[in-house]
């Protein structure tokens, strides 16, 4: 996932991040205190959170969605990561810590019977929130499979309750180069922007991610409300959303922007279309590296496969 000018991907694929960042302050103090540096697993595990909906996870699986792989391990899912408003490296987890997660807005927008704002936690508080077992595919050629937690997209669309003449779904990412420094970079679209069409927002599948493995969504996987489209490329999945916008045009999103003759509107995942610089037949898991076939629509096809009859000359494949 690269312009020419800026050949991130070829870094180091490493993801060293340093575990520091997620101890527990206090309970690090203590260990030192007590003498012992040798923190029960439990606690090398929790993370440092300024997120008061911890108390929300975790939430009940919805048992229907199904994985044909095992899960990707919860460190690999949460420390190799794509969110270039933190740097062009998969290391960003200590650069996203800089994000300020409360208070959130989120505003909805555009062609509704009425624009208004809602707050992260009310908005919580209204949604079903479950949890999902989904697999993620990166253009990139990088998956996983981890389980979310949030509610369906539709249900956030029924309560912004869109005129009849909306056809597209508008996410907007927060826009802030003082916290996040890859916005600084001009020839980057920013702030980043992904659509839906409103049939595909309100598909089943279509899923705001609000947490991760029970927890609260670290700020580094796009705090606190994340896309989840897991028939769709990884680009479409926006972080860290502040707005929606209901619109009867479609938008350019932001790496059809960057990048429109490698990147476009659709982005359905085949294994048979491939990107102009690489294969698109396998994919490699995060964690054990294993390689596996890419299916058309990410294996997702008896879910979403209507959505596109009728829009066989559309640009349907990335
Ligand atoms: N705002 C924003 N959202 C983004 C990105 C980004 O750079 N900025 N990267 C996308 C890409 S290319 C992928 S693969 C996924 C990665 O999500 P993850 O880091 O949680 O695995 O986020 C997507 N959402
Ligand atoms: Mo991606």
């Known amino acids: ?3 020419h000018r800026r050949p991130g991907w070829r870094l180091k694929e490493s993801a060293a991040t ?10 690090l103090v203590a260990g030192i205190a007590a003498g012992s540096m040798l923190l029960p697993q439990a606690a090398q595990a929790q993370r440092v959170t300024d997120d008061p909906s911890a108390k929300l996870y975790p ?7 199904k994985l ?6 919860e460190k690999e899912a949460t420390t190799y990561n794509n969110f270039y408003e933190f740097g062009t490296s998969k290391s960003i987890v200590r650069a996203a810590q800089e994000l300020k997660i409360r208070p959130w807005t989120l505003k909805i927008a555009g062609m ?8 992260i936690d009310d908005l919580l508080a209204k949604m079903p929130l479950e949890e999902r077992l989904y697999r993620h595919r990166c253009v990139e050629a990088w998956a996983m499979a981890v389980p979310w937690s949030g509610f369906p997209l539709k249900a956030l669309v ?3 309750k869109p005129l009849g003449s909306a056809k597209y779904v508008v996410m907007t ?8 420094p890859g916005q600084k970079q001009f020839f980057y679209p920013w702030p980043y922007v992904e659509g839906l069409t409103v049939a595909e927002a309100t598909n089943e599948l279509a899923f705001i991610a609000t947490g991760i493995y029970g927890k609260p969504m670290p700020k580094q996987n796009g705090s606190p409300l994340r896309l989840a489209v897991p028939w769709k490329y990884g680009f479409k999945s926006i972080k860290s959303i502040v707005k929606l916008e209901f619109s009867d045009k479609r938008p350019t999103s932001y790496w059809e922007a960057a990048q429109g003759s490698e990147y476009g509107f659709w982005a359905n995942v085949h294994p048979a279309f491939p990107h102009p610089r690489w294969s698109q037949e396998s994919e490699r898991m995060l964690g054990t590296n294993e390689r ?24 349907l494949w990335a």
């Open 59 to 65: 939430v009940k699986r919805n048992e229907k969605y």
């Open 292 to 315: 596996v076939p890419t299916q058309v629509f990410n294996g997702y096809g008896e879910f979403v496969g209507d959505l596109y009859k009728g829009l066989e000359k559309e640009r």
């Open 158 to 160: 029924d309560l912004a």
């Open 68 to 73: 044909d792989r095992p899960l990707t391990d």
């Open 173 to 180: 990412t927060f826009m802030d180069p003082s916290v996040a």
């Open 1 to 3: 996932m690269w312009v």
């Open 18 to 27: 340093d575990e520091s960042v997620y101890l527990n302050r206090r309970q």
């Open 112 to 119: 509704v019977e009425k624009p208004f704002d809602i707050g």
